[in-house]
C-alpha cells in the first residue's frame, strides 16, 4: 500500500452559505470532517445527472421508427427474438 499513488485534485475554497437545517441534516449522514467530501461527490454526481440529462434532450428525434420496423412491435420483443436465434444458432452447431 505505500507505493500507491493518490492523486489529489486541486481544490478552490469556496463559500457557499447553507441553511442551518440542511447542515445539520447532512451532519447526520456524514461524520465529523466528512461534509466538504460529500457534498463534493453530491456535486459531481448532480453534474454527471445534469449532462446526461442534456445529451437525452440533444438527441430527441434521432431515433427514427420508420428506420427501424423490426422495433415496431417493441423492443423488448425484438431482443428476445434475437436472443432466441442466437440460441438456435448454437443448437444447430453443437
Do not use: C
Amino acid at each position: 500500500m505505500a507505493d500507491q499513488v493518490y492523486k489529489v485534485m486541486p481544490r478552490h475554497r469556496v463559500m457557499v452559505p447553507y441553511p442551518p437545517e440542511v447542515i445539520a441534516e447532512i451532519d447526520k449522514i456524514v461524520s465529523r470532517g466528512k461534509r466538504t467530501t460529500f457534498l463534493v461527490e453530491l456535486a459531481k454526481r448532480e453534474i454527471k445527472l445534469n449532462r446526461q440529462r442534456e445529451a437525452l434532450r440533444a438527441a430527441t428525434g434521432a431515433w427514427n421508427t420508420e428506420d427501424h420496423p423490426e422495433l415496431a412491435a417493441g423492443a423488448a420483443r425484438w431482443v428476445r427474438q434475437i436472443r432466441q436465434e442466437s440460441v438456435k444458432r448454437s443448437e444447430k452447431i453443437r
